[in-house]
């Protein structure tokens, strides 16, 4: 093991400085280590911990509705598991199970949900009936209660022993750690490499991770970044021992599990003969607005106890001898949170090898994963997991200050909610808006947020005051969106996609870039219009592109408006130095409208510029053309399969050619439709999104894009990676599923799927085709498993259903009606 480094000079130079002492910042040196790289250095401005590690609650929940952070915190705790033994350090690991309390159905379909995210990712879960928590947990009363679920391998750790081991790890792997050392300032040299200046002297660097907790906004700002993330004041309670509680601890019984209440939201567990009580309340503020002043150490703030009383009564109606106990000590100290909830881990938008591993609302729960993942995306170029639900870009320049405290705040609060699959938060709402917002919410829009923007979900009809209604099952919402995908299919729908991210590429270097960072080929013809894919360096699905070609040297790319910051920061870190490739982000000038239905000809005609005759207009073209007065692009592409055409438009159009189009809409049925409909209508397309259906984790050909690849036209990110996997055989095969037998639910995302009791794979997401009248699901399965016909077996909401193979798009696979 080599000496503490702290007495030691600082080290000039390095491959990696890792900014923050916590246990997510050790976590991060450690699996650098482990990856093989040593020469990589941590500073921390105080003492390891003393920022909020030290007086977490250390609770190891891996109840997660996210796929990718699941999958980081169940490697957390199984690397917790093992690392005394790796380390000689104890950290205090007490696996004493974890028990979710349910007081209504939601709640236990909230749970089914979640188990079946859990059988994806190989961690255990059971249910339990009212007896059996009271067996488990006998201070407790089963009043209201209609269920549980239970993590048998779930518990707590001491943060500050985990921290210490991990330390202990990295420097036994050659790391060294800097404490009582703090950077006052970080600058990119001409080189790329980065320059950071601390209290003891420079460091030179590859590479730079900041995982500084509560001063993440001031460690951005060195770099002139926005960091999203501010922390909240979270308080919990300790007790003075109860004799019950003393007398287990004698008779040599096990600890009590940890129990969490959600619809009271909070925790408890047992602690030194007493109970520790974590409420979640509505109200806490956030903290540290500004970051916290430089002398900040093991810092709390002034507790407040009636802030918490609705949550105390709660867990003395469900803990009865709560009441009786002593309070020993309350905390109440800042954790770091985003507008989400998750944590952002990954690289930073704009600048080069800069990292981000903040927002670590449950930091102990994902230091082990976040610095897993972190270290192979920072030594192998990419993660392992699909990192999407805390990738750092899912945010963007709307997350300013005053936006974070409310969001920050809302999330916070909805810690223990139920977490429905279409729930939408109302937090810092409306933000960003569509010229046309009006004018839909005129017409019964109920709206959804997207990357700040406002878009109609669903259209409820005018007399029935219909607000928005969540469930894992189907919705109050159901009725209405199954008639704006019919009228879609019988007339003429119009969809608001301006929240889609567009860009301009161009320069005489723009199409040798293009084809490099994309598979396919990109449009030969002026106007031409292709789906082009950015892969990964090992085959997987990064970013999808619908590009137009505008002339010899210049494209006009469309994007998933939810991944804007990430595709174009993609791009861009890609472009080359030397001038020959220009970037423009047109999506805050540019709004789109989509016209879909087989009416839609017959609506646009008499208001357009061109013939919009099939020969004239083909599929998967454009034309710079007019819709009434307004200059518009017009493009012969849609997400949902009918005849349709996208209307891209400079922004302050958008209303004149709203109206325009909605002049006669009685004579061809021209109606709204919202995003669910659109969802809808392209699973019956079998139409792949990113993040579902195409990811890091699946290569191009197992998400059956082989079409969108030219394996001949020369070498592309990914080339060489993708065809080997091929040449070894895929793990998953991309199919398409018709679901029986389940009369008021359809798959949500993340199924098991089973044949002979056996998983074979999960579904990406899922649906009701209206248009068919069949319930479906896209999904990875063995290939074993995907031939046409197959039969197997799906799990929604904790029950088995029949599922047969389909054929791909069962809904017009010809595309007939997309060509017409």
């Known amino acids: 093991m080599s000496i503490t480094a702290d007495s030691q000079s600082l080290t000039a130079h390095a491959r990696v400085v890792v900014i923050g002492g916590g246990a997510v910042g050790v976590s991060t040196l450690y699996h650098l280590v482990k990856k093989g790289w040593t020469d990589v250095i941590l500073v921390e401005r105080k003492e390891l911990t003393s920022g909020s590690t030290w007086h977490a609650a250390g609770l190891l929940p891996l109840f997660n509705m996210s796929y990718s952070v699941g999958q980081l915190h169940k490697y957390s705790v199984e690397l917790y598991g093992r690392l005394q033994q790796e380390t000689g350090q104890d950290v205090g690991l007490r696996t004493v199970s974890n028990i979710r309390l349910a007081t209504n159905q939601d709640r236990m379909d909230e749970y089914h949900q979640y188990a079946g995210v859990a059988q994806t990712i190989g961690v255990d879960v059971e249910f339990l009936t009212p007896k059996e928590v009271v067996d488990i947990w006998p201070f407790a009363v089963p009043d209201g209660l209609v269920g549980a679920m239970r993590h048998s391998n779930d ?19 050659g790391g060294k750690i800097y404490r009582n050392t703090s950077v006052i300032g970080i600058t990119q040299l001409p080189s790329g490499e980065w320059k950071v200046t601390t209290d003891r002297g420079d460091v030179v660097c590859e590479h730079v991770v900041s995982a500084t907790g509560n001063f993440a906004r001031q460690t951005g700002a060195m770099v002139g970044l926005n960091i999203p993330v ?27 599990g940890v129990l969490r209440e959600s619809d009271g939201s909070w925790y408890m567990r047992e602690e030194a003969g007493g109970l520790i009580l974590g409420p979640y309340e509505r109200g806490a503020p956030a903290c540290y607005v500004d970051g916290p002043v430089k002398e900040s150490e093991y810092e709390l703030f002034q507790e407040d106890i009636d802030r918490l009383m609705p949550h105390i009564e709660s867990a003395i109606r469900r803990v009865p001898m709560f009441e009786e106990l002593g309070i020993k000590k309350v905390y109440n100290g800042a954790i770091a949170y985003t507008p989400d909830g998750n944590p952002i881990v990954g690289p930073a938008w704009d600048r080069k090898n800069f990292w981000l591993s903040e927002g670590h609302s449950f ?82 829009a109920v709206f959804g947020q997207l990357f700040g923007w406002e878009r109609p979900n669903w259209f409820a009809p005018k007399a029935s005051g219909q607000e928005d209604d969540w469930s894992f099952r189907r919705s109050k919402w159901f009725e209405h969106v199954g008639n704006e995908c019919r009228n879609v299919q019988k ?111 017959d609506l646009l005609q008499p208001l357009c510029g061109s013939d919009l005759a099939h020969k004239e207009f083909p599929w998967l073209s454009g034309q710079e053309t007019t819709i009434g007065h307004a200059p518009v692009k017009l493009l012969r592409v849609n997400f949902v399969g009918e005849l349709g055409w996208e209307i891209h438009h400079p922004i302050e159009y958008q209303n004149h050619i709203f109206d325009a189009l909605f002049k006669n809409e009685d004579d061809f049925g021209l ?45 592309f990110i990914g080339r060489e990676a993708l065809l080997a996997r091929k040449e070894r055989g895929e793990s998953n095969t991309f199919v398409t599923l018709e679901v029986t037998g389940c009369e008021d639910a359809d798959p949500l995302g993340n199924n098991p799927i089973y044949h002979d009791g056996k998983v074979v794979g999960r579904a990406t997401s899922g649906n009701y085709g209206f248009r068919l009248g069949k319930s479906l699901a896209l999904a990875m399965v063995s290939p074993d498993r995907a031939a046409l016909g197959s039969e197997l077996e799906i799990d929604i909401l904790g029950q088995r259903y029949p599922a047969i193979v389909l054929g791909e798009s069962p809904y017009d696979p010809q595309n007939n009606r997309l060509r017409s």
């Not at 922390?231 to 096990?254: K, N, S, W």
């Not at 916070?412 to 919410?441: G, Q, W």
């Not at 659109?678 to 894009?705: N, P």
Request: glycine letters at 10%; charged letters at 25%.
């Open 230 to 256: 501010i922390p909240v004041e979270h308080q919990y309670i300790v007790t003075e021992p109860h004799p019950e509680i003393q007398a287990r601890r004698t008779q040599g019984l096990p600890e009590l």
């Open 155 to 173: 518990g707590y750790i001491q943060p500050a022993d985990l921290t210490q081991a991990l330390a202990v790890g990295a420097r036994a792997g």
């Open 363 to 444: 930091g102990i729960t994902a230091a082990g994963g976040a610095g897993w993942q972190l270290a192979n995306w920072i030594v192998e170029g990419e993660p392992t997991v699909d990192m999407l639900g805390v990738e750092p870009r899912r945010f963007g320049e709307y997350a300013t200050k005053s936006y974070l405290i409310e969001k920050n705040e809302e999330a916070y609060a909805n810690v223990f909610v139920i977490h429905y699959p279409d729930e939408e938060r109302e937090a810092a709402r409306p933000l960003r808006t569509s010229p046309c917002y009006d004018r839909m919410k005129e017409r019964g």
């Open 491 to 601: 007339n003429v729908g119009l969809l608001d996609m301006t929240a889609f991210a567009k860009a301009r590429i161009s320069g005489p270097g723009a199409e040798k870039f293009l084809n490099y960072v994309l598979a396919n080929k990109l449009p030969k013809k002026l106007g031409r219009v292709g789906l082009l894919h950015g892969l990964t360096s090992q085959g997987g699905v990064h970013s999808e592109f619908t590009i137009q070609r505008e002339s010899v040297d210049q494209f006009y790319l469309v994007s998933a408006g939810a991944w804007q910051r990430l595709d174009h920061d993609w791009l861009k870190k890609h472009m080359p130095i030397d001038g020959s490739v220009q970037f423009e982000n047109l999506t805050n000038a540019m709004g789109v409208l989509v016209v879909a239905g087989p009416k839609a000809r």
């Open 671 to 715: 109606k709204p439709f919202g995003i669910r409909a659109m969802d809808s209508l392209r699973v019956e397309k079998s139409y792949r999104l990113v993040g579902t259906e195409m990811s890091i984790e699946y290569s191009a050909y197992e998400s059956a894009l082989d079409r969108f690849v030219a394996q001949d036209k020369g070498n």
